[in-house]
């Protein structure tokens, strides 16, 4: 398996991360090294064994179904960007 | 001076009224200005520490004393929210984040006594193993010989915590663990790293990387502090589901420095091809020192150890996409306009990653990727399984495993920084424990022919930090070391 400029510019794009048309080519080159080296897992045999879940077997604790927490809106709003009154400002989605 | 004090040797001090928490403190304020070429530090916070310096003062007068730690100046990782305090990841994209709230484990050391320096430089988003990742500048490394062409790398990611304790900038300092980012550095400057179990300290109010790994721990000059500053540090906390529901040890009475009895393992596939002997030299060396202690030795097998860097290069970037997923430019953090909101968040999180962090993020979207998931993070996950279960069997033989830290000792800054995966195998030793969960600390045990020092680890098993103290006490003070 080995990935081509496009993969490259299609990750980035569902990583919504911007990538110079020129670094394509580069990234992809250090993506492959990097993808080429843990493909090695493939020749350990892992019939039957069940992905890890959790490093520390215990059961984890339940707390009451109730409200902790909320009433913050300034606290929630403080390190906006950009903020209309009490809400998040964004560019415009709906035309 | 500011070198020579220890936790234990300040509390000691305070305690006999030998010093005051404001002298303690002024006179590293004074380090950490007098320190500033080592760039450990991302924001100082003098007039805070100044204030429970002299909160510190008036609660041990009123004989209100809260912990050892009471009064102590230490360093936080710039990775731990800090109410009011700019916290950032050593990221442009949280360079102006101010948190409203304090993470558990810094508020658990505030509340414990200890006087916070400022907030120490890391590699960006703790994604690094030099701190040379930090939109911030890189860390020296205070053990860079005078006249060097190029500074010695203090480790990573912990880079800055572990700068300031070395340097004599912060007593101790706090660290967090992915994948070695305690142990590694805490090698390279001669100093004392311990990861707990994963759920020991809770990840509240850290900065997410690999939410199955990371683990804070303490950096400090000695076993002992490393043990006293973990008890304030850990415990269950109920906002982190992974926090372990379980009371604490008294981990510093387990520094018994008596080994007698006990059984050390010592794993075969640690020994790597190429490996500097000076690295060979010193395990030896450590083995004997735990035989002449009265220990019994024997060799183990751990044989999917060389599965374990790549298995980690899938989770642990898996998990960092995912997470990094929320630096969105809408909340909190940098934004660059854009006409869209899909531009808005490309051009946000293009200019606001450094490229080792924009790397780990494009691989973990790759693997979780729709036709990729299963034949690369189901199967690293596997591999993880048999990783743990290698520990397991291990652990039925024997008490505790030595092994090396880190296969070289610190090395100049533009060394192995074209080549991502050279870079990743400094933690080659470190990552099979992260993996597992399984505590692990990293003692210093001697020195390369340069003078650098080179670290020992020794790993137990799950929630046996009271055995790994135990070892790493009598280790260290075989090493010549806890003084």
């Known amino acids: 398996m080995s990935l081509s400029k496009d993969d490259v510019r299609k990750i980035a794009y569902l990583a919504r991360i911007r990538v110079p ?64 009154d009490a809400f998040f400002g964004v560019p415009k989605v709906v035309e | 001076m500011t070198d020579q004090w220890t936790i234990a040797k300040a509390a000691d001090a305070l305690e006999k009224g030998e010093v005051s928490s404001v ?78 709230y304090e993470s558990t484990v810094s508020g658990n050391l505030r509340d414990a006594g200890s006087v916070m320096l400022g907030k120490t430089n890391l590699d960006e988003f703790a994604m690094g193993s030099a701190n040379i990742t930090s939109y911030f500048g890189s860390v020296k490394n205070p053990l860079t010989p005078e006249g060097a062409n190029a500074d010695l790398v203090p480790g990573g990611s912990s880079g800055g915590s572990v700068a300031a304790v070395a340097g004599g900038l912060a007593i101790a300092a706090t660290g967090t663990d992915t994948g070695g980012s305690i142990r590694q550095p805490a090698s390279f400057c001669g100093l004392v790293g311990m990861k707990p179990t994963y759920g020991r300290c809770s990840r509240w109010g850290v900065v997410a990387f690999a939410s199955s790994l990371d683990q804070a721990g303490p950096l400090t000059k000695t076993v002992e502090d490393a043990a006293i500053m973990l008890q304030s540090m850990a415990g269950y906390d109920a906002k982190d589901s992974t926090s372990l529901p379980m009371e604490l040890p008294d981990f510093r009475a387990a520094c018994t420095r008596d080994v007698k009895g006990m059984k050390v393992g010592i794993p075969k596939e640690y020994t790597l091809d190429g ?153 080659v030793f470190t990552v099979p424990a992260s993996l597992a969960g399984l505590p692990a600390i990293s003692i210093p045990g001697g020195y390369d022919a340069g003078g650098l020092p080179l670290g020992l680890q020794l790993i137990t098993g799950v929630c046996q930090e009271e055995t790994l103290f135990r070892a790493a006490s009598a280790l260290e003070m075989a090493a010549g070391g806890g003084q």
């Open chain 1, 21 to 84: 048309e020129e670094r394509l080519e580069p990234l992809a080159g250090e993506l492959n090294n990097i993808v080429g080296w843990v493909e090695q897992l493939q020749e350990v045999d892992t019939n039957g064994v069940e992905p890890m879940t959790s490093v520390v077997d215990i059961e984890t604790p339940m707390r009451d179904d109730v409200v902790t927490d909320g009433g913050v809106t300034e606290k929630v709003l403080a390190n906006a960007p950009d903020r209309n």
């Open chain 2, 23 to 100: 002298e303690l403190t002024d006179a590293h304020i004074a380090a950490v200005e007098a320190g500033r070429s080592l760039n450990a530090f991302i924001t100082e916070t003098p007039e805070i520490a100044r204030e429970r310096a002299a909160a510190s003062d008036a609660r041990r007068a009123a004989g209100n004393v809260a912990s050892p730690m009471d009064g102590v100046p230490i360093a936080m990782k710039d990775l731990f929210c800090t109410e009011g305090v700019r916290t950032t990841a050593a990221s442009h994209i949280l360079e102006n984040f101010v948190p409203t």
């Open chain 2, 275 to 427: 490996m500097p002997d000076e690295i060979q030299k010193l395990w030896d060396q450590g083995v004997q020192w735990m035989q002449d202690m009265g220990a019994e030795t024997v060799e183990v097998s751990l044989p999917h150890t060389k599965y374990a860097l790549p298995t980690y290069y899938i989770v642990a970037p898996a998990e960092a996409s995912s997470n990094l997923a929320r630096y969105d430019g809408v909340r909190y953090g940098l934004r660059v306009p854009g006409d869209s909101l899909d531009e808005m968040y490309e051009l946000t999180r293009g200019e606001g990653f450094g490229e080792e962090v924009q790397r780990r993020v494009l691989i973990g979207a790759y693997v979780l990727s729709a036709g990729y998931y299963d034949a690369y993070y189901v199967k690293a996950q596997q591999v993880r399984t048999l990783i743990a279960r290698d520990f397991e069997n291990a652990f039925n033989e024997v008490d505790v495993l030595l092994t090396p830290t880190a296969p070289s000792a610190a090395f100049a800054k533009g060394e192995k920084m074209d080549d991502p995966i050279a870079m990743y195998l400094n933690d």
